[in-house]
């Protein structure tokens, strides 16, 4: 009878091998695993992460890459001999404040919805949602402000930067307050529990770091 | 979703299932066709440029019926003829290759090789398909936009491409072409995130990341290649228009003014920071041509050969590190744009460290057929094709990593020939390939080999005649994108060799025509194919041809091995497929 | 089925690539050596240390290119499928890939080190004393060349003076008056080494003196200097090597190499009436 060679692919596969009807689950390697559903019972995916938080990572990751791309313009420009500072408008300072505050409140949101505190959730949910729309004003306020002193997108490299982050940052807010309006539809339905509420995880996620990249492109306008 | 009932889905009409469908095997096969189309108008505007360089300043009346403002008076206008080459680079690199590499393959095999019914998110997927088909029409409508196609090649170097002043085609045309990318981007984007999400979630029982096949390895990086490449591309193509139509001046600097003496009024800007933003994205995307093109060439190579990849891990790992590199050569693009000369220096280290992976993966496909038994089939002479023309446009890229050397070499034909070479012809070989080889799973039935075989050997011999001329032609200093050579009494010896590229270039382009007729043809008339005619050892070929809604029947199948498993000893076929138990070979 | 070890049927298809492939080597050994195909007639100082690096590239990735694609050629050639016998079942070899790694890895870095050496050479090295400075401006269409007359210096630029033939809008008040334009010709003399100051009033445009194996792109808002040397009299063609719009074909001009000083005094001064 023959038999196979032993090589670096064969003797990887555990023996015996697992019977199909096999009980409960079976014995996990790491290479043995795929990540996918899987026809036995109680077989669980190798890869930790669930898919809706993966796929947000990711969106994430090309967030960072396309604000990485605007702030390296910005940093090299930053050297150019025709750069000229304008004077960010104050209320950009307000409206850093009140993202904030929405960023507290939307981990309030969160806590209280793992926790299964639901009917509180709910109050600090549609504190996040006017908290975001309030910042979003106010960023319109900004700008409406620099047009009132003279400054507009094309008065120098500055004040392009200014409007064009803003508005980007703008813009990946919106929709973030529109995952919040569908998460919220979710939780005013009483959909999320202590068992099961990744949307609001996910979306807190989101808002999170939109909140930190508020502060990040504030720091680049106002420090570099 | 552990249990699967096909029977659940009720039959869906026409336009569900084969127009409006969010079936991944529906929605590659779209791709496919849709960068197929896209191929024709790109190879046909090539077939223009070369008539133009093989005989400038003749008269062609019958095309000037054709193209009435390209050919007014019946002679190509310069204007024309730099619309072809922007259009003819965009159309190739983005619409066909990057399309049909990782949105024809990538859709229809992900889910097929690694045991999943679609992909992670079906609906996400057909988005990705109709925003690319809007971005093929966005890219065609250039081409009818007033002033014509944009001028400024598939690189747009600003500020050419932020002063609509600057030339026909920088209008309209131009603005256009911005759009078109945009949404490209967000298409391949889409993709992108379902890519990565599909594999590392979805791969069935007993698929772990080393027992992948190297195309599912190669498309897996390339779609984290395009999650980081593509933004950056995005963030350039947002400045550009804000240059455009917002008066900002990003990449436009002061005191600059028209060929009439029209003072431009922009300032501060800086035409460098273009191509450095350009190619952070502009090197990946070679890669993302590239990558999944290595990929199938691997697993093809291997098939026929009838013998394991060699050293699969290494290369796992040099796509790995190519990937990595990617984005520290961009500027071997700019050796002689004015970016500091230092930087120069510590780029071409970066580019000769990535041609480190790049030879690992040539000798293990040299490895790989050594000591085989080599099965000539139509894919095998493509992959074969695909290793010839990479090692040689493989290594003429070392003259133009070198900076030295490239103060000779840049911009001149040598370029053309060499990137022809590695991103256009490898890229092409490989996806021919995996058309002839995937073909019978698509549609059911084989395509007809006897042409395929023609295909192969006028368009083998085609390429390095048109190419391998073109590097010469390059080292007699034969400048790239110019419309009328002649107008250079230095560039005298090229003139005969341009009519030797143009002739070969007509029969090259005339072979693919007979690639068209079979590929249609086969549709309907090829014969009929069973479930595994290569008797290769993937899951796809464990399930009828076409495969059914679902992919696979009630329960999804369990990988008992790697894919690579070809003249096992002690094996009864020369193949075991990947789902084969080793105690079932054993006992066999 | 029966194990497969050595050497495997030689068959049509394989044969015919092989052969094929051994075809393709040999024309492009001649496409690479022969005398048309070479760079045009050299005729600067650093020039030939340009040729040098090419040549040193072309002998390195030449035995490479040769060494892979006959390999290639005799694998298809002898190993192709015979009825009924598997092929050889191995996929590691961790020692010869090592070996391969590390050759090519010291090849590269002795290629990085000798291109490296010239780049400097030609990039960070400044021009002898004595040599002439030449200001070029790209601009659709054409190249606008400007010596500094009797002071040696530069004028002021400013570009609301654009009109009639003042194509770069210089200020004729101050250093600019006796500053001398020329349009599409630019003069050296013979074994002089020439300071190019490169400059754009639009697009990007590219410097190139194919001959003097100079080529530098020009930038608007930068100012590029290269330098080099001629060593030999004669008419060379200038080019513009970075598309820069419809014109960018013709956008030549010329470059006369002088034999003496005085041959190029004398056609500075014929230039004056122009001015």
């Not at chain 1, 009807?21 to 669980?44: A, M, N, S």
């Not at chain 3, 394989?14 to 005729?43: E, N, Q």
């Not at chain 3, 040696?152 to 210089?170: E, H, K, Q, R, S």
């Not at chain 3, 008056?177 to 990007?204: K, N």
Request: with cysteine; charged share 10%; hydrophobic share 50%.
């Amino acid at each position: 009878m023959p038999t196979i060679t032993e090589d670096a692919t064969t003797i990887r596969v555990p023996e015996p091998v697992q019977p199909l009807d096999g009980f409960g689950p079976p014995p996990r390697t790491p290479d043995e695993d795929g990540g996918g559903e899987d026809p036995r019972p109680g077989w669980r995916p190798a890869f930790p992460v669930s898919r809706g938080r993966l796929v947000l990572w990711l969106v994430l990751t090309v967030v960072v890459m396309l604000f990485a791309g605007f702030s390296s313009a910005y940093i090299i420009l930053r050297g150019a001999p025709a750069w000229q500072n304008v004077a960010l408008p104050a209320s950009l300072w307000a409206n850093t404040f009140v993202l904030l505050a929405s960023s507290v409140t939307m981990e309030w949101t969160r806590r209280r919805t793992v926790e299964g505190d639901t009917a509180s959730a709910k109050k600090w949910m549609a504190a996040t949602g006017a908290l975001g729309a309030a910042f979003l004003g106010g960023q319109i306020l900004a700008w409406s402000e620099l047009a009132g002193a003279g400054v507009y997108l094309a008065s120098t490299l500055h004040s392009s930067f200014l409007y064009i982050l803003t508005g980007m940052h703008g813009l990946h807010l919106a929709g973030g307050i529109a995952a919040l309006a569908y998460v919220a539809a979710g939780l005013f339905r009483n959909r999320y529990s202590a068992a099961g509420h990744e949307p609001v995880t996910l979306c807190a996620t989101y808002w999170h770091f939109m909140d930190g990249l508020w502060v990040y492109l504030f720091l680049l306008l106002t420090l570099a | 979703m552990t249990t699967h009932d096909e029977h659940a889905h009720p039959e869906l009409g026409f336009w569900r299932k084969y127009i409006f469908s969010t079936d991944h095997k529906i929605i590659g096969i779209q791709y496919i066709i849709t960068a197929m189309a896209m191929a024709v108008v790109g190879g046909v505007l090539s077939m223009l440029m070369r008539l133009q360089l093989g005989w400038p300043g003749t008269l062609w009346p019958r095309l000037e019926e054709i193209f009435p403002v390209g050919f007014a008076g019946g002679a190509m206008a310069p204007e024309f003829y730099l619309s072809l080459v922007t259009m003819h680079g965009t159309i190739m690199v983005f619409f066909l290759f990057t399309a049909v590499l990782t949105g024809g393959f990538g859709n229809y095999l992900i889910p097929l090789q690694i045991g999943a019914r679609d992909m992670a998110f079906p609906l996400l997927n057909a988005l990705s398909y109709w925003t690319f088909l809007l971005s093929c029409i966005t890219i065609l409508g250039a081409l009818f936009a007033a002033g014509g196609a944009p001028l400024g090649g598939w690189t747009a170097y600003a500020p050419l491409s932020a002063l609509p002043e600057m030339g026909p085609g920088q209008g309209d045309g131009m603005t256009l072409w911005i759009l078109a990318i945009a949404l490209f981007t967000a298409s391949g984007l889409m993709g992108g995130l379902n890519y990565v999400t599909t594999l590392l979630t979805m791969r069935t029982k007993g698929m772990s990341m080393m027992r992948l096949p190297l195309t599912q390895w190669a498309l897996f990086i390339t779609a984290i290649l395009g999650t980081l490449a593509f933004p950056v591309l995005l963030a350039a193509g947002i400045l550009l228009t804000f240059d455009r139509i917002g008066g900002t001046s990003f990449f436009v600097p002061a005191g600059l003014f028209t060929a009439a003496g029209a003072a431009v009024e922009h300032s501060g800007g800086h035409p460098l920071l273009w191509q450095h933003l350009f190619w952070f994205f502009g090197h990946p995307e070679v890669y993302i041509v590239l990558l999944p093109a290595m990929g199938i060439a691997s697993d093809i190579l291997s098939t026929f050969a009838r013998k394991p990849i060699f050293s699969y891990k290494m290369m796992v790992y040099s796509m790995s590190a190519i990937a990595f590199l990617s984005f520290i050569v961009w500027g071997h693009h700019m050796f002689l744009s004015g970016m500091n000369p230092f930087l120069g220096s510590l780029f071409t280290l970066t580019t000769l460290l990535i041609a480190i992976p790049s030879a690992v993966k040539t000798f293990n496909w040299l490895g790989t057929i050594l000591g085989a038994r080599i099965q000539f089939t139509v894919p095998m002479l493509f992959a074969l094709g695909f290793v010839s023309t990479f090692i040689s446009g493989g290594l003429s890229g070392i003259f133009l990593g070198t900076s030295a050397s490239d103060i000779a070499m840049h911009d001149t034909y040598f370029v053309v020939g060499h990137f022809h070479l590695v991103m256009a012809v490898a890229p092409l070989f490989a996806a021919f390939a995996g058309v002839y080889f995937w073909f019978p799973k698509m549609f059911g039935r084989m395509m007809n080999m006897t042409a395929g075989k023609v295909h192969f050997w006028i368009s083998f011999v085609g390429v390095n005649c048109v190419f391998f001329s073109m590097h010469a032609a390059g080292v007699i200093g034969h400048l790239r994108r110019i419309y009328d050579p002649t107008q250079y009494a230095f560039l005298e010896p090229v003139y005969g060799m341009n009519q030797f590229i143009s002739i070969s270039a007509f029969v090259l382009g005339a072979a693919q025509i007979l690639f068209l007729v079979n590929f249609f043809a086969s549709i309907w008339l090829g014969p009929k194919a069973g479930v595994n005619p290569w008797n290769a050892t993937t899951l796809e070929w464990t399930v009828p041809s076409p495969p059914g809604h679902g992919n696979f029947g009630p329960e999804l199948p369990v990988v008992e091995r790697w894919a690579f498993d070809y003249s096992m000893p002690g094996a009864k076929e020369d193949f075991v497929m990947q789902t084969e138990a080793p105690t079932r070979v054993e006992s066999s | 089925m029966a194990s497969g070890s050595g050497i495997g049927k030689v068959t049509i298809p394989g044969a015919v690539l092989g052969v094929l492939l051994f075809v393709f080597v040999l024309v492009s050994i001649w496409l690479s050596v022969a005398d048309r195909f070479w760079f045009p007639d050299l005729a600067s100082e650093h020039g030939g240390s340009v040729d040098t690096v090419y040549v040193v590239v072309l002998i390195v990735t030449g035995i490479a290119f040769v060494a892979t694609q006959l390999l290639l050629a005799y694998i298809v050639t002898r190993y192709g499928a015979r009825n009924g016998e598997k092929a050889a079942y191995w996929h590691e070899n961790a020692r010869a890939e090592a070996i391969l790694i590390g050759g090519t890895a010291v090849t590269l870095t002795v290629l990085v080190f000798l291109g490296q050496y010239v780049w400097y050479q030609i990039y960070f090295t400044d021009p002898p004393e004595g040599g002439m400075v030449v200001e070029a401006t790209g601009q659709q269409f054409q190249w606008v060349f400007r010596y500094p007359g009797d002071d040696g210096v530069f004028g002021d630029l400013d570009p609301t003076l654009v009109a009639g033939t003042n194509y770069i809008g210089l200020d004729r008040n101050g250093a600019g008056a006796d500053d001398i334009l020329v349009v599409g010709q630019m003069h050296a003399v013979a074994d002089q080494p020439v300071r190019v100051v490169l400059r754009s009033t639009d697009v990007i445009h590219n410097f190139h003196l194919p001959h003097m194996r100079v080529k530098q792109d020009t930038v608007p808002g930068m100012s590029i200097e290269v330098w080099f040397t001629p060593t030999e009299t004669g008419t060379y063609e200038v080019a513009c090597a970075e598309l820069c719009g419809l014109g960018h074909f013709r956008m030549s001009g010329m470059l006369i190499v002088d034999a003496t000083q005085a041959e190029f005094d004398q056609w500075l001064e014929d230039q004056l009436v122009f001015q």
